[in-house]
């Protein structure tokens, strides 16, 4: 068989921005600048990178952007206050709360307090309810990009079976709702698999697209996937080597065994990662356009 089709996140993410200019542009116009807040506690070095690469894109495209950095130990009532000043803030249309938290603060009670209304990420309760329901306000980034991916290179998802492996409320849980919603960019069949499943095989061999979101480098091999199969790869993993960084990133899947197996698979670095932040760009700049509407009326 011929190699696996790229399924490039990072040039869907370009034409993304372009596509978002005439937006931003007449957001400036009414005098609004799409703004967000980020909140990062601790320093968990995965999430530094993660937040580096979301406001260096946010620089990049002249949007204004603010990290606010507590340290591991801050109290849950500093984080609070905080978040309770930036619902109350117009210049914040979006607030980004970065996972992990340490473990003595309870993320529920964190993420209940950023106004839904604000909540880029789409982790509120309330937003993962109605995501649940079919009537999203805001869509988690990953999984949006992810559904961008196969809108982009029509991968018409009715009548498939998509096999989810990973159940986090960030990724592969909205990932499940959202592909087996019935309307027109959804209607699979998902399965969803994580690490109690004792025979993962047994269901992804099954499966016409897999998506990989558990964070084990290169776990999906070729006895995991059937011939034809459409790959994707939600891994961001550090993994040793003997370059000058002294690590490489590396995916959930081991490319090099599936690439002659898949008929189309997406790339990491530049494939799930680039449509993570171009959609938090685009819920972003939503967020202004719905408070520019809330305050017309
Ligand atoms: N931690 C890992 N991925 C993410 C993400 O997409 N958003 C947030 N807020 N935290 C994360």
């Known amino acids: 068989m011929s190699p696996a089709r790229i399924l490039s996140g ?16 007449t957001l400036r116009q009414k005098g609004v600048e799409p703004g967000l807040a980020v909140v990062m506690v601790g320093d968990d070095p995965a999430s530094q990178v993660y937040v580096r690469s979301k406001t260096r894109k946010f620089k990049e ?47 529920l009670r964190i993420l209940e307090s950023v106004d839904p209304k604000k909540d880029v990420d789409g982790f509120h309760p309330a937003n993962l309810g109605r995501l649940a329901m079919g009537i999203p306000r805001f869509i988690p980034c990953t999984p949006k990009g992810i559904m961008r991916i196969f809108e982009h290179y029509q991968i018409t998802l009715a009548e498939k079976h998509i096999v989810v492996i990973g159940r986090s409320n960030i990724v592969g849980r909205p990932l ?61 993993n550090r993994v040793k080597d003997r370059s ?6 590396v995916g959930d899947i081991h490319k090099k065994r599936v690439e002659l197996i898949a008929s189309h698979i997406t790339p990491v670095p530049g494939g799930v990662g680039p449509m993570t932040i171009a959609m938090l760009v685009e819920n972003t700049v939503e967020a202004a356009e719905k408070s520019v509407k809330r305050s017309e009326q």
């Open 176 to 236: 499940s709702i959202l592909t087996s919603l019935k309307n027109k960019n959804g209607n699979a069949t998902t399965t969803l698999c994580h690490s109690q499943t004792p025979d993962i095989p047994k269901f992804s061999l099954e499966a016409d697209i897999v998506i990989a979101a558990i964070g084990v480098p290169n776990f999906i091999d070729e006895s995991f996937i059937k011939p034809g199969a459409i790959l994707i790869d939600v891994g961001i």
């Open 244 to 249: 000058e960084k002294g690590y490489k990133i």
């Open 10 to 25: 990072k040039s869907l993410s370009n034409s993304i921005y372009v596509s978002l200019e005439s937006r931003i542009h």
């Open 61 to 107: 495209l002249q949007l204004f952007s603010e990290t606010f950095n507590f340290s591991a130990d801050t109290p849950e009532n500093d984080i609070l206050d905080l978040i309770a000043r930036l619902n109350s803030k117009d210049n914040y249309h979006g607030i980004l709360i970065q996972l992990p938290l340490p473990d003595h603060i309870n993320s």
